[in-house]
């Protein structure tokens, strides 16, 4: 083990978890979690990633990094307010069972790959929308907070992106303690997983497990995962096997109140490129000191909620929005770059961020059925016309 992977290990670890924990302390908030309930979700997950990126990096020898869905979170946070936590533990392992499906059944791959990726992305796009404006929202709460903050981000991520998040996160604690807006602080403690007995809603998991969360998860995070890992020059990828690692900790996870893990992509990209090591066969030494990194996370999982439960609401609202500012910016690029119709990802988009409800069932539903309905209507053909001679 050399110094290099290690370096990009630890990096990637506190980018992606410090850089996106607040989306899913917010996912909590959305289904109504207790703060154990919480930080049994945190433990629950961090040790899922932990245990799939040791599992798979060891396993094919390829710098296989896995992460926390941030697209599941921001859609449980966007639209999870009708949900209890057994309801969306009910929801998260009808999620993990369909990955595993996806792993055995390659029809059922090969269909998500063929949903027109403009149409997927406009209504991932839409339920970023809403918690990105959060933090203007908060503004009035919190002016003397917030606005250096968005400044704060901007001047930083002209400097390095990646890392852009984490200083909002640096300086808007220590600025919420100069303004006395930080609570008093939780002792230290250790891990204690609670296990859910899961609810199983039919109006849940339509509106938010099948297909959105299901959906958000293999689009945005392992079909882009994917593509980081070709993009690498790995160009033989295990999916069934990443599919299948990722889809079982995700279920085993998912009774202690977790939502789904997968393949990164950003995390990913810290891992499989040159600064992580020349050599591209010993790049997957990243693998076991990310997932050790993981696996203290999850150790020390509710002194995580305690802390950030004793910061102020509008610095939570804050990094979750400017965590999703690249994602948000991707998906409308994704969504409106190409050269075909922009009808249906736009569409999708608009009934998504409305955030409409029908028969119970959320707007990220009905934006990536609206838009598939447009899909089909264009690809109908119209009857030719027939000449008389």
Known sequence: MSFAPL??????????????????LAAADAVHATRAETASWITAICWAIAGSTSI???RHRLP?????????AALLAASGAGLDM?????VFIVTALLILLAS???????????????????MLAGVLLRLVIAPFEAIPEAPLLVVPLLILFILARRLSPASAVIAVLAGGSALSWFLGLVKPLPDLEFAHPVLFAPKFDITAIVGVSLPPLFLVTM??????????????????????SILAVTG?????????????????????????????????????QTGPPYAFCYLLFGLFGPSLVGIFSALPLPLIKTVAGVALTGPLVGAL????????????????FAVTASGVTLVGVGGAFWGLLAGLLVVGLEKVRQPQPTTNR
Do not use: K
């Open 7 to 24: 370096l990009a290990a630890v990096t990637a670890a506190i980018v992606g978890c410090g850089g996106s924990i607040a989306i899913v």
């Open 56 to 58: 798979l990096s060891l």
């Open 64 to 72: 296989i990094i896995t992460a926390w869905s941030t697209p599941g």
């Open 86 to 90: 057994q309801t969306a533990v009910g």
């Open 104 to 122: 055995v059944v390659s029809p059922l791959l090969r269909l998500i790959e063929r949903i027109p990726m403009a149409v997927a992305a406009g």
């Open 219 to 240: 689009a945005s995070q392992n079909l882009a995962g994917f593509a980081v890992l070709r993009g690498s020059g790995y160009t033989a990828v295990p999916a069934r």
């Open 248 to 284: 079982l900790t995700s279920l085993v996870s998912a009774v202690f109140g977790a939502h789904t893990s997968n393949l990164a992509a950003i995390s990913a990209a810290i891992c499989t490129g040159g600064d992580a090591h020349p050599d591209p066969r010993r790049r997957w």
């Open 333 to 348: 690029t994704t969504a409106f770059a190409g050269s075909g119709d922009r009808f249906a990802p736009g569409l999708a």
